[in-house]
C-alpha cells in the first residue's frame, strides 16, 4: 500500500519567503502526484498535477516537482504572501483507482 | 459551471438515527469517492465508485452504504449513526484516476450527539 508522509506537520515564514513543501511516497510506481490547498472548514483545491512522465508543473508563484526515482515532489511558493496561508496536502495515485494522501502541511505566512 | 456539490453543509443528528449525505457533480466524471476528515487521521476513504452501479469499499466502509444508480450522484448513507462518525465528510471526482485530476466539494459537516 502506498504511504504518503509530509514534513513538517506546520511552518511558519515571514513574508516574501520562498519556501518548500515536501512530499514522500513508498510507491514509486505512481500514475501522477496531485497538490491541493485547504482553507479553514473548506474542501480541498487542486493546485498542480504532475503526471508520472513529467518532471514539473508551474502555476503562476507555485511550482511542483517530481522525483520518481527518490519517492518525493516538492511544492515551491515563491514570494509568500499572508493569503497563501493554508494546509497543503499531497496525493499519489496508483493501481487501485484510489488516491493516497499525505496528512498535509499546515503553512502560515507572517506579514 | 457547478462542478460537485454536496448537501446538507452541516447535520446533526443523535445514535442510532440513519443519515444520508448527497453528493452531485455535473462534469460526467466516471470516479466519485467518499472521504471522511479527522484530526489526527487526514483523510481517510470510505468508499469509492468506478462508474454507475460500481462500487468498492476504501479504509474505513464499516457503518456506511453507498449507492450510485446514476453517473452525477453518489449519496452515502449512515444506517444507524454512532458517536464515531462525527466527521467532516468529502466527495470527490475524477475523470480518470490515471491522468486525471481529482476535485472535491466543500464538505458536509456530521455531528452525532
Known amino acids: 500500500k502506498q504511504e504518503v508522509t509530509q514534513i513538517p506537520a506546520a511552518l511558519s515564514v515571514p513574508e516574501g519567503e520562498n519556501l518548500v513543501l515536501n512530499c514522500s511516497f513508498t510507491d514509486s510506481a505512481i500514475y501522477n502526484l496531485q497538490w491541493f490547498r485547504q482553507d479553514p472548514g473548506k474542501g480541498l483545491t487542486s493546485l498542480l498535477l504532475?503526471?508520472?512522465?513529467?518532471r514539473e508543473q508551474t502555476s503562476g508563484r507555485l511550482n511542483a516537482s517530481l522525483d520518481k526515482s527518490s519517492g518525493r515532489s516538492t511544492l515551491y511558493i515563491a514570494a509568500s504572501q499572508p493569503g497563501d496561508s493554508a494546509t497543503y496536502l499531497c496525493?499519489?495515485?496508483?493501481?487501485?483507482?484510489?488516491?493516497?494522501f499525505g496528512t498535509g502541511t499546515s503553512l502560515t505566512v507572517i506579514p | 459551471d457547478a462542478g460537485i456539490t454536496q448537501s446538507p453543509r452541516y447535520k446533526i443528528t443523535e445514535t442510532g438515527r440513519q443519515v444520508t449525505l448527497m453528493c452531485h457533480q455535473t462534469?460526467?466524471?466516471?470516479?466519485m469517492f467518499w472521504y471522511r476528515q479527522d484530526l489526527g487521521h487526514g483523510l481517510r476513504l470510505i468508499y469509492y465508485s468506478a462508474a454507475a452501479d460500481i462500487t468498492d469499499k476504501g479504509e474505513v466502509p464499516d457503518g456506511y452504504v453507498v449507492s450510485r444508480s446514476k453517473t452525477e450522484n453518489f449519496p452515502l448513507t449512515l444506517e444507524s449513526a454512532t458517536r464515531s462518525q462525527t466527521s467532516v465528510y468529502f466527495c470527490a471526482s475524477s475523470l480518470d484516476t490515471n491522468t486525471g485530476e481529482l476535485f472535491f466539494g466543500e464538505g458536509s459537516r456530521l455531528t452525532v450527539l
Open positions: 496525493a499519489a495515485t496508483n493501481t487501485g483507482n484510489q488516491f493516497y
Open positions: 462534469w460526467s466524471h466516471s470516479y
Open positions: 504532475i503526471q508520472s512522465s513529467q
